[in-house]
């Protein structure tokens, strides 16, 4: 068996070491074929291909039984069509992990996966830690530092994880024709990576494979406040569950509420912002109808949680002015997300052009009172938050994080919140969000440091 790997970062090269395990003979392709790369490849001991013309491909075509593309190759990408015109099996790494774990001697373990435009890390995270607290050894993996291939092997010492947390992006779940996840939530829809999908139709279609391939005792969980995910729900072959405002599990005052009654206090949880509130409803969903988890171990978790880094991320609170890190907002939707989350806000938003309407992140603009808009989208941005301006409020922009967070930081008065989320990639000045966000939080702090504000 002969096999295509498309993309040598991260996630290509433990699927080419997962394939190389199974007896596949591999054969690599990239578009950016680095010094380093070649190296990885030579180590691999397997062939790397610079950009393949189609006449490569095509020739590729004929030897390959798969081809496994890496989460950045797009779906219009020529690789895909050579692929398709030979009639070769598409198919990702969770895929594949999916197809080996049905093949394990001692029988497959449960699969939890986590979809939606925003909110997939963290509600991944925690659906792992009331897993843990729970007594079971679990894993966050798909897109996160552990690709699903590598979590489903033994680790150096020999122990394997009782359950598997997936989280699963529309890259991925692209070419899964039979991935099946015991319990699937898809959170939210809004438009995003439409450089990556032909269009909004085809990014739906994909984050819907999250169901599609389920059974009728399998559990398929959907949010109230997506109407695009709820018709999808419809039509998905498993059993349905809803959370949210109205949904089976829901907010009760302040205690989070599913079928079977209460299952925690909000009044307990280290943060309890709306969208926490949603992501613990959707991780508590997911464990509990999978039978994985009880509520002791859920009110266990959500005591102790913390989430992760650049996500609303409290940075400081300096001079009665609270500042918060969420560079992770890629999209307006993201955005629109922590802005309802607050009032009385400064913001900075802005980046790379995903080719999205950028109207969404401006919903509530009567919590924001300035807007410092940067990077290649910061035009735009300042348009969409037109009326902060109307209202007598600030709307600026400038190219640079640097001036923006001077900026902000003279605009900010007591009480306020001064709020980066971007709503826009970070991909025009930075090499990943997270970079951003470590860029602010530094800035932020050295004017801290220097009793600037």
């Known amino acids: 068996m002969r096999a295509l790997v498309y993309g040598l970062a991260v996630t290509g090269v433990s ?8 007896g596949y003979e591999v054969v690599a392709g990239d578009d950016v074929v680095t010094d380093e790369r070649r190296e990885t490849a030579t180590d691999l001991g397997i062939e790397l ?19 496994s593309p890496a989460p950045g190759i797009p779906e219009t990408h020529r690789v895909i ?10 198919v990702s790494e969770i895929e594949l992990a999916y197809r080996w774990e049905q093949q394990r001697p001692g029988g497959p373990r449960p699969m939890l996966a986590i979809t939606g435009t925003d909110g997939k890390t963290t509600t991944t ?43 699963c992006t529309s890259f991925r779940l692209a070419w899964t024709p039979s991935f099946r996840p015991d319990a699937g939530v898809w959170l939210n829809l809004a438009p995003d990576h439409l450089n990556w999908h032909a269009s909004m139709e085809s990014y739906g279609d994909a984050k819907a494979r999250i169901w599609v391939n389920q059974r009728p005792d399998d559990v398929s969980i959907a949010f109230t406040g997506a109407p695009d995910v709820m018709s999808r729900l419809d039509r998905a072959p498993g059993r349905h569950l809803t959370f949210g405002a109205g949904g089976d599990y829901h907010l009760d005052g302040t205690t989070l509420t599913g079928p079977g009654g209460p299952i925690a206090d909000t009044t307990n949880m280290r943060r309890a912002l709306p ?13 509990l109808e999978s039978g994985l988890a009880d509520t002791t171990a859920i009110e266990s978790a959500l005591a102790t949680f913390v989430g992760p880094p650049h996500r609303l991320e409290h940075i400081g609170t300096w001079h ?3 500042w918060f890190n969420d560079s992770k907002a890629t999209t307006p939707h993201a955005a629109a997300v922590a802005i309802r989350a607050f009032e009385n806000i400064v913001l900075i938003a802005g980046g790379k052009d995903k080719f999205v309407d950028l109207a969404e992140m401006a919903v509530d603009a009567d919590r924001v009172n300035a807007v410092i808009a940067i990077g290649e989208t910061r035009n735009s941005v300042a348009s969409a938050f037109a009326a902060v301006a109307a209202k007598g409020g600030t709307v600026e922009t400038t190219e640079f994080l640097t001036e923006a967070v ?18 826009c990639a970070s991909l025009d000045q930075y090499r990943s969000f997270e970079a951003r966000g470590d860029h602010f939080r530094t800035l932020a702090h ?3 440091n220097e009793g600037d504000i």
């Not at 699927?15 to 199974?22: E, F, G, K, P």
């Not at 926490?276 to 969903?285: G, K, P, R, S």
Request: charged share 20%; with cysteine; hydrophobic share 50%.
């Open 15 to 22: 699927t080419v070491r997962a394939l190389q395990r199974r």
């Open 49 to 67: 291909l610079d950009s393949p013309d189609d006449a490569t491909l095509a020739e590729l075509m004929a030897t390959c039984q798969l081809v």
């Open 81 to 90: 069509a050579a692929a398709a015109a030979a009639g070769v099996e598409v």
């Open 125 to 167: 995270l925690m659906t792992v830690e009331m897993l843990r607290a729970a007594g079971l050894s679990t894993i966050d993996a798909g897109n996160t530092d552990t690709p699903l291939v590598d979590a489903i092997e033994p680790d150096a010492d020999g122990h394997e994880h009782d359950a598997f947390v997936i989280e």
């Open 275 to 287: 969208h926490d509130v949603t992501n613990a409803l959707a991780a508590a969903a997911l464990v």
């Open 320 to 322: 009665d002015v609270a």
């Open 406 to 423: 001077e900026r902000a930081a003279e605009l900010a008065t007591a009480g306020d919140t001064l709020l980066l989320s971007p709503g």
């Open 446 to 448: 050295a004017r801290h």
